[in-house]
């Protein structure tokens, strides 16, 4: 969202310099209109580059990535997006409540994990193997098995076929669980941290009343 903000900013130091750059073009200089556009062209990339640039560089510097590293997490994400559309629109082709609820799971897991990285980019390395594998095996499923479960006069093999399909729907599902609890790892630490030091505070507490209470 921020990097987006400093292609905002960009834009509005652009147009003015773009403005001035065509108007004074077209009043100081004696050259064909389509030169004055041009030039008014090249005064907002002058106004747009540098000021998306710096305006984007702390950003980056926060999350430790080069601007290279931001645009390639940036793709995976947009191609995982992509991915995930049609994994919503394979599910509701469900009818079943019970495969309703395991791929709208699926759906939501994965939706999820693609926000969080969404909004800290730099997160991206600590599950790359969602990106790489975990949501193509998904959608992969998915769609397998909405093609199977609507096939009419189904045959003990296609019968088969979606239950072992089903089961694998169930592996990939904690397989994307755990990815979700890798992205929250650091917080459940930090949690659990606090909630140690919580409780040594509580049993220190209790034990100097009841030293208080014995003299």
Known sequence: MRYNLSRIFGVVVGIPVA??????????LDIQ????????GGGFVLGYVPTQRLTSKNYLNE???SRKDYRYIHHQINAAQSKIKRIFKAFIKVRSIQD???VN????????INQIVREKPNQFYQIESFYYSH?????????SY??????????AADQQALHQTRITLEE??????????????RHYNQLDTEMRLSKLYLNEKEQEHANGTKQ
């Open 146 to 155: 909405t093609h199977l479960a609507k096939m009419p006069m189904k045959s």
């Open 19 to 28: 403005t001035i750059s065509f108007f004074a073009s077209l009043f100081a």
């Open 105 to 112: 799971d699926i759906y939501r897991l994965t939706r999820t």
């Open 135 to 143: 949501i193509d095996h998904a959608l992969n499923l998915v769609e």
């Open 100 to 102: 309703f609820k395991l």
């Open 33 to 40: 209109m389509i030169f004055d556009v041009l030039i008014g």
């Open 172 to 185: 990939i599902k904690r397989t994307l669980i755990a990815d979700l609890k890798r992205l929250n790892e």
């Open 63 to 65: 999350l430790g990535l």
